[in-house]
C-alpha cells in the first residue's frame, strides 16, 4: 500500500459515505435521502444545462475528427520508436469490451423498442418511428460516446507516453496549471475521476447482475429472478473477476476480451443468418446512411418550442452517462494504446467500435423490430411484465437453437461483467498509486471488493437508480475538465515537432 496516494484514501471514504447514504430507508430521511437529493439535482443540472451537455459531447467528438486531418495525426503516443505493444484484434477487443460490454447486450433489444413506441418525433409503431427508433440508437452508442472516450483517453496517453507524466488526469493538464496539479488542485480532479467510475461501474455490474438473473429465470423458470438470485450472481461473477484482475492486464482481461468478441460475434451472427437476414441488412444500410446524413442536425437537437423531454431523458442523460464513464474507459483505453500514431488512435477509437454497434442495434434490434411489426410479437408487453432485462432472450426464442442462444447470451453477459469489473479495478487501482501502469495487487484486490458491495447493498435496498444518478451528476465537473483536457493538449501540440512525409509523384 505504499504507493497509494491521498486520492485513494479519499475516494474509499467518499464511496463509505455514499454507500451507507444509499442504505438508509426512505422513511428515516424522507427528503434527505439519497434517491431524492440526487434526483433533484440531477433534474436541475439536465434542465439547465442539457444543452452543455449537448454543446460539449459534439465539440470533443468534432476536436477528435479534427486531429485526423490534421499535421499532429503523425505524433505517436510514445516516443518515436516506440510500437504497439498489442495486436489490432486485441486492441480492438480490450477498448471494445471496456466501453461497451454489458450497456450494449442490456440496451441491444430494448432501446430500439422504446423508440419505436415513443419516437421523439411523430407517431409510434410506424414505419417511421422504426427508422428513427435505429437512428437514435446509432446515435446513442456512435460517434459521440467513442469521441468522449478519445478526448481522456488521447490526453492520458499523450502526457504518459510522449511526456513521461503520470497517468493521472490531473497530470495531464499541467500546460494549463503547472505544478499545481501536484497540489491539492490535481487531487480534486483525480477524485472526482475516480468517483465517477466507481459509482458507473457499481450501477453497470448491477444492471449486469439483474440481467444475467432475468436469463437465468427464463431459461430455468425455478430460478426466481429475483434479490437473492442476483446477489448471488454479484458474489460468483466477484471471485472470478478477482482471480482475473491477480493475474494483470497481459493474461486475464487480455483473454476475457477476445472471448467476448468471439462470442459476440458469433451471437452476432447466428441471429444475422437465421434471422430475417435481407431485411437486417437492408436496416444497417439504410439506418447508417440516415444516421450520417442527420448526424449534424441531431447533434444539436433539442425542442425548446415543443416541450417535449425525450431529448433530455435519453440523449441528454447517455450523454452524461457517457462523460461519467469517461475516466474509466479513457484511462484504460490509454494504457493499451501506446505506440500509436494520433491518426491511427482516433480512426480505430471512433470508427471500429461504432461500426460494430451499428451492426449490433441493426441485428438485435432491427430483429425485434421485425417480429412486432410482422409476426405480431409482443415484446415490449413482455418487457413492461418482466423487465426490460427479459427483452433479448424473448427475441432470440423466435428463432432456431433459441435456448442455446439464450445461453451463450447469458456467458457473454458473465465475461463482459468480469472484463468490465477487471478492467475498473484496473483502472482505479492506476489513478489512486499515481499513474502505476502495474499497480499492486492489493489495491486492485480492495477496490473490487467495494465495487462489488457498492453494486450488491444498493441492488438489494433499490438505491442502484439513485447512485446511477449520483454518477452521472458527476459528468457535470468531469465535463469542465475535459474541455480544460483539450485546450491543454492544443497548448502541448503546438510545441511539438511535427515532421510531415511527402511522397512526390
Given at each position: 500500500m505504499k504507493k497509494t496516494t491521498p486520492v485513494f484514501f479519499i475516494s474509499v471514504i467518499i464511496t463509505i459515505v455514499f454507500i451507507i447514504w444509499g442504505v438508509i430507508p426512505e422513511n428515516n430521511l424522507p427528503y434527505l435521502n439519497l434517491a431524492a437529493v440526487t434526483e433533484k439535482v440531477h433534474s436541475f443540472i439536465v434542465e439547465k444545462f442539457g444543452w452543455f451537455y449537448l454543446l460539449s459531447a459534439t465539440g470533443f467528438l468534432i476536436f477528435a475528427i479534427s486531429l485526423i486531418f490534421s499535421k499532429y495525426g503523425y505524433i505517436k503516443l510514445g516516443k518515436d520508436d516506440d510500437q504497439p505493444e498489442y495486436s489490432y484484434l486485441t486492441w480492438f477487443a480490450m477498448l471494445f469490451s471496456a466501453g461497451m460490454g454489458i450497456g450494449l447486450v442490456f440496451w441491444g433489444v430494448a432501446e430500439p423498442m422504446y423508440h419505436y413506441y415513443e419516437p421523439p418525433v411523430g407517431e409510434g409503431e410506424t414505419a417511421a418511428a422504426a427508422r428513427t427508433a435505429l437512428r437514435y440508437s446509432f446515435f446513442h452508442w456512435g460517434l459521440h460516446p467513442w469521441g468522449i472516450y478519445a478526448i481522456v483517453a488521447l490526453a492520458l496517453a499523450y502526457f504518459q507516453f510522449r511526456k513521461g507524466s503520470r497517468g493521472v488526469i490531473s497530470q495531464s493538464l499541467r500546460p494549463l496549471f503547472g505544478d499545481k496539479v501536484d497540489t491539492k488542485t490535481g487531487v480534486l480532479v483525480d477524485t472526482i475521476a475516480v468517483y465517477a467510475t466507481i459509482f458507473g461501474v457499481a450501477t453497470s455490474l448491477g444492471l449486469g447482475a439483474i440481467q444475467i438473473s432475468g436469463g437465468l429465470s427464463h431459461l430455468t423458470p425455478a430460478i426466481p429472478n429475483n434479490t437473492t438470485t442476483q446477489l448471488l450472481i454479484i458474489f460468483i461473477v466477484t471471485v472470478l473477476f478477482m482471480l482475473s484482475a491477480q493475474t494483470g492486464l497481459n493474461k486475464g482481461i487480455k483473454l476475457l476480451s477476445n472471448l467476448n468478441v468471439a462470442l459476440a460475434v458469433g451471437l452476432m451472427l447466428f441471429l444475422l443468418f437465421t434471422g430475417p437476414t435481407n431485411f437486417i441488412m437492408d436496416v444497417f444500410t439504410t439506418t447508417i446512411g440516415?444516421?450520417?446524413?442527420?448526424?449534424?442536425?441531431?447533434?444539436?437537437?433539442?425542442?425548446?418550442?415543443?416541450?417535449?423531454?425525450?431529448?433530455?431523458?435519453?440523449?441528454?442523460?447517455?450523454?452524461?452517462?457517457?462523460?461519467?464513464?469517461?475516466?474509466?474507459?479513457?484511462?484504460?483505453?490509454?494504457?493499451?494504446?501506446?505506440?500509436?500514431?494520433?491518426?491511427?488512435?482516433?480512426?480505430?477509437?471512433?470508427?471500429?467500435?461504432?461500426?460494430?454497434?451499428?451492426?449490433?442495434?441493426?441485428?438485435?434490434?432491427?430483429?425485434?423490430?421485425?417480429?412486432?411489426?410482422?409476426?405480431?410479437?409482443?415484446?415490449?408487453e413482455v418487457m413492461n411484465d418482466?423487465?426490460?432485462?427479459?427483452?433479448?432472450?424473448?427475441?432470440?426464442?423466435?428463432?432456431?437453437?433459441?435456448?442455446?442462444?439464450?445461453?451463450?447470451?447469458?456467458?457473454?453477459?458473465?465475461?463482459?461483467?468480469?472484463?468490465?469489473?477487471?478492467?475498473?479495478?484496473?483502472?482505479?487501482?492506476?489513478?489512486?498509486?499515481?499513474?502505476?501502469?502495474?499497480?499492486?495487487?492489493?489495491?486492485?484486490?480492495?477496490?473490487?471488493?467495494?465495487?462489488?458491495?457498492?453494486?450488491?447493498?444498493?441492488?438489494?435496498?433499490?438505491?442502484?437508480?439513485?447512485?446511477?444518478?449520483?454518477?452521472?451528476?458527476?459528468?457535470?465537473?468531469?465535463?469542465?475538465?475535459?474541455?480544460?483536457?483539450?485546450?491543454?493538449?492544443?497548448?502541448?501540440?503546438?510545441?511539438?515537432?511535427?515532421?510531415?512525409?511527402?511522397?512526390?509523384?
Open positions: 440516415n444516421y450520417m446524413q442527420n448526424l449534424p442536425s441531431m447533434s444539436f437537437k433539442l425542442s425548446p418550442f415543443e416541450q417535449n423531454n425525450w431529448y433530455q431523458s435519453w440523449t441528454i442523460f447517455y450523454w452524461a452517462w457517457w462523460i461519467a464513464w469517461a475516466p474509466f474507459v479513457g484511462t484504460f483505453i490509454a494504457r493499451i494504446s501506446k505506440g500509436r500514431t494520433i491518426r491511427e488512435f482516433i480512426i480505430g477509437v471512433l470508427a471500429v467500435p461504432t461500426l460494430v454497434c451499428g451492426l449490433w442495434f441493426s441485428v438485435f434490434g432491427g430483429s425485434a423490430i421485425y417480429l412486432e411489426r410482422f409476426k405480431n410479437a409482443t415484446i415490449m418482466s423487465g426490460m432485462e427479459t427483452a433479448l432472450f424473448y427475441v432470440l426464442e423466435h428463432f432456431p437453437l433459441g435456448t442455446i442462444m439464450s445461453g451463450l447470451a447469458i456467458i457473454l453477459i458473465c465475461t463482459f461483467f468480469v472484463t468490465s469489473a477487471d478492467s475498473a479495478t484496473f483502472v482505479l487501482g492506476m489513478q489512486t498509486t499515481n499513474g502505476s501502469l502495474n499497480p499492486p495487487n492489493s489495491v486492485k484486490f480492495i477496490w473490487g471488493v467495494i465495487q462489488s458491495a457498492a453494486a450488491a447493498i444498493l441492488l438489494w435496498t433499490g438505491g442502484l437508480q439513485a447512485l446511477q444518478t449520483a454518477s452521472i451528476i458527476a459528468a457535470f465537473p468531469f465535463t469542465i475538465i475535459m474541455i480544460l483536457l483539450v485546450i491543454s493538449l492544443i497548448q502541448a501540440f503546438k510545441k511539438e515537432k511535427v515532421y510531415i512525409i511527402r511522397i512526390k509523384d
